[in-house]
C-alpha cells in the first residue's frame, strides 16, 4: 500500500452541510475501495489563485491516506464527474524522505484537528460608544436651538 494525499476544491456556493456531504463522499470511497484514512485537514474557504467556472472562491480539503494503486483511479474518476468538485490533485509518496514528510503532516493535521475551536466572544458596547449617539444629538440639537433663536431676533 502506498501514501496518498489528495486535495480537492468544493464549490464555495455550497451550504455548510453540502460541503461535508462532499467531504464525507471522499472519506467513503476511500473506506469502499480498501483504503486507510490517516487524516482530513479542512483548510477551509480560500481565495483561488485563477478564477474556475467564474467562481473567485473555494472551500479547500486535503485528505491523507493510503491505499492500493487503484483506489486513486477509481477516487479520481468519481471526483472528475462530480459537479461540485472545482479541482483536485493527488501526490503519492514514495521514498524515505517523502514519507517522514508524510507522516509529519498527518501528524500536524491530526493536531490541527483535535484542537478545540475557540468560539468568537460577543464584545461588550464601550463606554465611548454608547455616549457617542447622545453627543451627536446634543450637537445636532444646538444648530436647530440657535436657528430658532436667530429666527425670533429678526
Not at 486535495?7 to 461535508?20: A, H, M, Q, R
Not at 490533485?89 to 475551536?117: C, D, Q, R
Amino acid at each position: 500500500m502506498n501514501c496518498y494525499e489528495t486535495l480537492f476544491v468544493v464549490k464555495p456556493t455550497l451550504t455548510g452541510e453540502e460541503i461535508e456531504a462532499q467531504i464525507a463522499r471522499v472519506k467513503e470511497i476511500i473506506a469502499e475501495e480498501g483504503g486507510d484514512l490517516k487524516a482530513t485537514d479542512d483548510m477551509g474557504m480560500r481565495r483561488l489563485a485563477y478564477p474556475i467556472e467564474k467562481q473567485e472562491r473555494g472551500y479547500y480539503t486535503v485528505v491523507y491516506y493510503t491505499a492500493p494503486s487503484e483506489l486513486v483511479g477509481e477516487l479520481e474518476r468519481q471526483l472528475r464527474y462530480n459537479e461540485e468538485i472545482l479541482r483536485f490533485m493527488t501526490v503519492k509518496y514514495t521514498n524515505k524522505k517523502e514519507l517522514s514528510v508524510f507522516e509529519k503532516m498527518v501528524e500536524a493535521a491530526n493536531k490541527k484537528a483535535s484542537a478545540p475551536k475557540e468560539e468568537p466572544k460577543a464584545e461588550e458596547p464601550k463606554a465611548e460608544e454608547t455616549s457617542a449617539p447622545e453627543a451627536s444629538e446634543a450637537q445636532s440639537e444646538a444648530p436647530a436651538a440657535e436657528a430658532a433663536a436667530e429666527s425670533t431676533e429678526a
